[in-house]
């Protein structure tokens, strides 16, 4: 079984439209939750961390469930420049930096 | 100031050759990362270094992959010798003591090795 496991899409939505995704972990000692972002073609870039209680950045939120081993991604007001895969990310000790990836949702953002 | 740096960027080779892929972190930078990213699989970490010591190198598929860190501002992943399977972007991805709390890991553009 994969540690991290995520839909791969491709969610394709239009613009302004709201969209959630969902990545599961399997190792329940896990610790440490990100959103990374990765363009066609480019290295992925650090989106946000996650926290148990959710937290918001500008049209983005991320949740944490531990009891049911789930992070979630909401993007609200897609704007076309969304267009991107969206990795889930997890560390297995607090303060660690060696990240496990998923495999990364892909969304498209249409005009 | 200059990102990851790797090269080459892009590699295309025959099976049964070495394939030496190299890296240089961001400057003050005391960890660094080789990931390999394919489709099926995503981004796998295969080793990673501290103060240019491997800590775990439990991610390398097997013998024939090996990476060295021989200083602060360098380092290689070698396959030798490729097969097709090896076929993928590798990126190098560095990072600091005082970042560890943010998950915030620094990507090179990657190399795309292809092994035909």
């Known amino acids: 079984r994969k540690e991290v496991e995520q839909d791969p899409g491709p969610f394709n939505v239009p613009e302004g439209a709201t969209v959630a995704f969902n990545c599961t972990y399997s190792?329940?000692?896990?610790?440490?939750f990100f959103w990374y972002r990765q363009d066609c073609r480019k290295e992925p870039k650090l989106l946000m961390s996650?926290?148990?209680s959710g937290n918001e950045d500008g049209r983005f939120t991320a949740q944490l469930n531990r009891a049911s081993q789930y992070i979630s991604l909401l993007i609200r007001d897609s704007k076309l420049s969304d267009s991107a895969t969206y990795l889930c990310?997890?560390?297995?000790?607090?303060?660690?930096?060696?990240?496990?990836f998923g495999t990364g949702t892909r969304l498209t953002v249409i005009p | 100031d200059a990102g990851v740096i790797q090269s080459p960027r892009h590699e295309v080779t025959e099976m049964g050759q070495e394939v030496t892929l190299r890296c240089k972190p961001i400057s003050g930078h005391d960890y660094l990362f080789w990931y390999r990213q394919t489709m099926m699989r995503g981004l796998e970490l295969l080793i990673y270094f501290n103060n240019n010591v491997p800590i775990d190198d439990s991610g390398m598929p097997e013998d024939r992959f090996s990476a060295k860190m021989p200083n602060a501002s360098f380092s290689t992943l070698k396959i030798q010798p490729s097969e097709p399977r090896d076929s993928a972007v590798y990126f190098c991805a560095s990072s600091w003591t005082g970042a560890k709390n943010t998950g915030e890991l620094f990507f090179g553009e990657g190399s795309r090795l292809t092994v035909l």
């Open positions: 990310v997890l560390t297995h000790q607090t303060g660690a930096n060696n990240l496990f």
């Open positions: 190792n329940s000692a896990s610790q440490s």
């Open positions: 996650v926290y148990s």
